[in-house]
C-alpha cells in the first residue's frame, strides 16, 4: 500500500500457507489480504473520503469490496508507476528471504513458466513456493505446462 502524495508506504506479506492445500482452497488469503489493508490503511491514516485505489487482481476482490461497503472511496485500478516499482521490488525481496535465490536470479524469473521450470528442477525441496491448492498443480506438478 502506497500514498502516492507523499510516498509513505505499509508492506507486509502473505504467508505462503495461505496458498496452499486446503487454505488455498477456501481461499483465506482474500481475508488475509484484508486484513494487512485494514492495517495499512489505519498505520497510513486513511481517512474515508479519500480516493484508494485498489489493484483489479483477484486477491484484491474482498478487500474492494469490504472496504466499499465501509464506506471508503475505492477505485479499482491497474498498478502502475513508483507503486508499481515498490510493489515489484517488495515481491523480489521477499522471494529472496524466503531462500528462492539472490535478487538477480528472482528478478531474472519474470513469467510463471521461468517460476515454474526453476520449482520443478528440485520438486522437493521448492514445491513449499506454489500454490499446491490450485486444481490445475498435479497436470503442473508432472511437468505439462510448456
Known amino acids: 500500500m502506497r500514498r502516492v502524495e507523499t510516498g509513505e508506504h505499509h508492506v507486509r506479506e502473505i504467508s505462503l500457507d495461505?496458498?496452499?492445500g486446503e487454505s488455498f482452497k477456501e481461499k483465506l488469503?482474500?481475508?488475509?489480504?484484508?486484513?494487512v489493508v485494514r492495517e495499512g490503511i489505519w498505520?497510513?491514516?486513511?481517512e474515508k473520503d479519500e480516493p484508494i485505489h485498489v489493484c483489479t487482481g483477484y486477491v484484491l476482490s474482498g478487500v474492494r469490496e469490504a472496504l466499499e461497503r465501509e464506506g471508503y472511496k475505492i477505485l479499482?485500478?491497474?498498478i502502475v508507476g513508483a507503486t508499481q516499482e515498490l510493489a515489484e521490488a517488495e515481491f523480489v525481496r521477499s522471494l529472496v528471504r524466503l531462500g528462492v535465490g539472490d535478487g538477480d536470479v528472482v528478478a531474472g524469473m519474470r513469467s510463471f513458466n521461468s517460476f515454474l521450470d526453476w520449482v520443478l528442477e528440485d520438486l522437493n525441496s521448492r514445491e513449499r513456493f506454489v500454490k499446491t491448492g490450485w486444481s490445475s498443480w498435479p497436470r503442473l506438478r508432472g511437468g505439462e505446462h510448456q
Not at 488469503?29 to 486484513?35: N, V
Not at 498505520?43 to 486513511?46: H, M
Open 43 to 46: 498505520r497510513l491514516g486513511v
Open 18 to 20: 495461505f496458498f496452499q
Open 29 to 35: 488469503y482474500l481475508g488475509r489480504a484484508l486484513e
Open 76 to 78: 479499482p485500478s491497474k
